[in-house]
């Protein structure tokens, strides 16, 4: 059998996992082709060349490359993993991404070198189209067509573009923050706008902050930004769903509530997306329940997809709604308020009627820094950065 992943990242890395994890059972002699430009099992948003201030935006503990089920002291996660070659950094809950890229790397060479009976070879190339033949099987067409296949599978990460997208503007577009140094092209002092509210959002603030002399001060309500004078002049998040990203705390579910959340997530089929939007209400109100917060199907199902309890009253402008919510999860995150349903679920605020964003900015003379509301652009005028 004969398999391809074009590009082949962190995600890619846990594919594989899977499929060597599987290998011993299949009868037909696996090749598998990694296609990505960059050194495979990694990604763009793991190098270890990367920066410290870039740092993972989910709490490390739940890091590994291999299940649960499947993990030995040769197949640690990558707190374990750390434990022994990085013990300095091992308690972090935060690590930046690049202590995370080292595992990924290590990962994938422990994977690659504990299946001596699967050829994996990595091309160093960037797959721009696909076909398949009339007998059912695929080629691949970087610099060169490759092939046939028998399975394909995409891992591909971020589009630069896609259908709905914001569309590009502004006199110098950046289409993707990685790799991070696109980012040098923006000029101090200068306006940037984002396409996008969310994680790679934050990296990309945080490149053009701290990554350029600037620094936080304090901690929790008391931290401040500094200016270096080096970054741009204001920075505006924007976003479709009309907020940002939920701070993320650290979660500990009951046993009881995993237990129950397992039990509904196994009633997915395979490909139906129906049933699994019915398993993760179902999940999600086991949770709730086992909590103590119940609520009605129906009112997380209204929350799912639109991001909003329906039984929160929306007030205000769009944009000051959103740093209010987002200031809000803040709080829920330290322990200083109590969650609602919107926040258990980590999900995102109501879908504006028409663009909005939000805005970063400075004070030069101060060195203080603060958020704002302001009214979006006409949409003809947003760019990814520019």
């Avoid at 400075?362 to 949409?379: E, F, V």
Wanted: with cysteine; hydrophobic share 35%.
């Amino acid at each position: 059998m004969y398999y391809r992943d074009p590009g082949c990242g962190s995600e890619g890395t846990f594919a594989l996992e899977s499929i060597l994890a599987q290998s011993h059972t299949m009868s037909a002699k696996l090749r598998i082709d990694l296609f990505d430009p960059q050194e495979p099992g990694i990604g763009a948003a793991y190098q270890p060349s990367l920066p410290n201030y870039l740092r993972l935006n989910v709490d490390a503990n739940i890091v590994s490359t291999w299940p649960r089920e499947r993990r030995s002291a040769l197949r640690p996660s990558w707190r374990e993993w750390a434990q022994s070659v990085e013990p300095t950094i091992a308690a972090e809950g935060f690590p930046s991404r690049a202590a995370v890229g080292r595992y990924f790397r290590w990962s994938f060479q422990r994977l690659v070198e504990s299946a001596p009976h699967v050829q994996v070879r990595h091309i160093a190339s960037t797959v721009t189209d696909l076909r398949r033949s009339h007998c059912g099987r695929w080629h691949v067409l970087p610099d060169t067509d490759r092939g046939p296949y028998d399975e394909v599978l995409l891992t591909v990460g971020h589009g630069a573009t896609w259908d709905g997208a914001l569309l590009d503007a502004g006199e110098t577009p950046v289409t993707s923050v990685y790799p991070i140094e696109n980012l040098d092209t923006v000029a101090p002092h200068t306006r940037v706008r984002f396409r996008g509210a969310a994680l790679t959002f934050i990296d990309g603030a945080l490149a053009l902050t701290e990554g350029r002399g600037g620094r936080f001060e304090g901690h929790g309500a008391h931290c401040r930004y500094v200016r270096s004078g080096s970054e741009p002049r204001s920075i505006y998040p924007s976003s479709r769903s009309g907020s940002f990203l939920h701070a993320k705390p650290r979660t500990v579910l009951p046993r009881n509530a995993t237990d129950a959340a397992l039990k509904e997530w196994t009633k997915v089929d395979s490909g139906d997306v129906d049933s699994m939007e019915e398993s993760i209400v179902g999940a999600a109100h086991a949770i709730l329940w086992e909590l103590g917060v119940p609520a009605a199907h129906e009112r997380i199902l209204e929350t799912l997809r639109t991001g909003w309890d329906p039984a929160q009253p929306l007030t205000g402008a769009v944009g000051v709604r959103a740093v209010d919510a987002f200031r809000e999860s803040v709080e829920i995150g330290r322990g200083e308020k109590h969650p609602g349903l919107h926040t258990r679920l980590d999900v995102r605020g109501p879908s504006a009627t028409k663009p909005w964003s939000t805005g970063f900015r400075g004070h030069p003379r101060t060195g203080k820094s603060s958020w704002h509301s302001l009214p979006h652009w006409n949409g003809s005028h947003l760019g990814h950065l520019w």
